[in-house]
Nanobody
Framework: QVQLMQSGGGLVQPGDSLRLSCVAS????????MGWFRQAPGKEREFVGV????????AYSDSVRGRFTISRDNAKNTVYLQLNRLKPEDTAVYYC?????????????????WGQGTQVTVSS
């Protein structure tokens, strides 16, 4: 069983940057793609991005492409989400998740382990 522990997040101003981290333990990290999702109040959970098992391939939602970057360090069992040029509409609780597959999916149903979530608030 995989446990995911998130860190990072907080209150920032528009245009600022943040980095979220997600450390995996208790299971096979390198055999899984890792995804990031977010959920704003009153809205459904939204796909943000995914990185494949090796880190050689990433995919992003249209709303964050070019601003957010996912990376992973398999030696540290850690996946990162770098958030740049943040906007107020990026305000949400962000979740990392471990996919059942190597390649990754945009659908949250493909993920069987989730982090605890971390709040990102973008406000002036």
């Amino acid at each position: 069983q995989v446990q995911l522990m998130q860190s990072g997040g907080g209150l920032v101003q528009p245009g600022d940057s943040l980095r979220l981290s997600c450390v995996a333990s208790g299971g096979t990290f390198t055999g899984r793609a890792m995804g990031w999702f977010r959920q704003a109040p009153g809205k459904e959970r939204e796909f943000v991005g995914v990185i494949n098992w090796s880190g050689s391939s990433t995919a992003y939602s249209d709303s964050v492409r070019g601003r957010f970057t996912i990376s992973r360090d398999n030696a540290k069992n850690t996946v990162y989400l770098q958030l740049n040029r943040l906007k107020p509409e990026d305000t949400a609780v962000y979740y990392c998740a471990a996919d059942r597959s190597l390649g990754g999916s945009r659908s949250f149903t493909s993920y069987d382990y989730w982090g605890q979530g971390t709040q990102v608030t973008v406000s002036s």
